[in-house]
């Protein structure tokens, strides 16, 4: 059985892409089928390649990351998207989350955590900073202040998952993997995977970081 994740990698700068490049190259287990330079490039590319997991730059010219994300997430929607940013509070990075990223990561995110979270993405699982991602929310929805129905529609949205898939998407804001989220709660990893299947159809949603925000979003109005 094939274990390769296939990569494709979208940034701007040369050297950047250079330095994931090598740090993706030290896993054995990670294969680079293509490199791109901007946005546009980048869906191209993805369509050609299919990819298991795009590491994309945010912010680009011409093309930015989410535009390209968003592309991508509809031509080729097996391929999990990682945003690259170099700030901590991007507020670009909720817009690439809503637009079917699979997860963010700073730049310079350790080597280790970097093919780790390639692996994950790849996998269906998310990496993300639970921390970092509630503060962009609480900003957000401060900056939309006296518009809270986002955050009420969210809660009534979540209010109609069961108990056990409400605490499995709790679980899954806060960051924590299939593995974590199995032991924590009691169940093995194919019912954490479940609850978290039904949880996406009920809500509407892609993928399990859209999930978080929506955990996130319906603390707002509490």
């Known amino acids: ?6 990569v494709l990698i979208v940034d701007d700068d040369a050297m950047v892409r250079a330095g994931l490049s090598m740090v993706l ?14 946005g546009a490039d980048a869906v191209v590319a993805a369509v050609r390649h299919r990819p298991d ?9 011409g093309m930015n990351g989410v535009e390209a994300t968003r592309r991508i997430h509809d031509a080729v929607p097996s391929s999990a998207i990682l945003m690259l940013t170099t700030f901590h509070l991007d507020t670009h990075v909720l817009d690439a989350l809503q637009a079917g990223a699979s997860g963010y990561l700073l730049k310079d995110v350790a080597p280790q955590e970097l093919c780790r979270a390639v692996h994950l993405a790849a996998a269906g699982e998310s990496a993300f900073s639970a921390t970092i991602t509630r503060q962009l929310v609480a900003r957000q ?13 969210a809660a009534r949205v979540l209010a109609g998952l069961t108990e056990r898939e409400r605490a499995v998407a709790d679980a899954v804001a806060e960051g924590a993997s299939n593995a974590t989220i199995a032991k ?6 194919g019912t954490v995977k479940t609850h978290i299947s039904r949880a996406l159809t009920k809500t509407g949603l892609d ?8 955990v996130f979003q ?5």
Do not use: C, W, Y
């Open 218 to 222: 319906a603390q707002q109005s509490s």
């Open 53 to 61: 997991t795009v590491l994309m730059d945010l912010q680009m010219p």
């Open 184 to 189: 924590a709660l009691f169940m093995s990893e």
């Open 25 to 38: 190259s030290s896993d054995p287990t990670i294969a680079i089928v293509a490199e791109a330079s901007s």
């Open 207 to 214: 993928n399990r970081v859209q999930l978080a925000l929506m």
């Open 1 to 6: 059985m094939n274990t390769t994740t296939s």
């Open 141 to 153: 929805t401060q900056a939309h202040s006296g518009r809270d129905d986002g955050s009420r529609k």
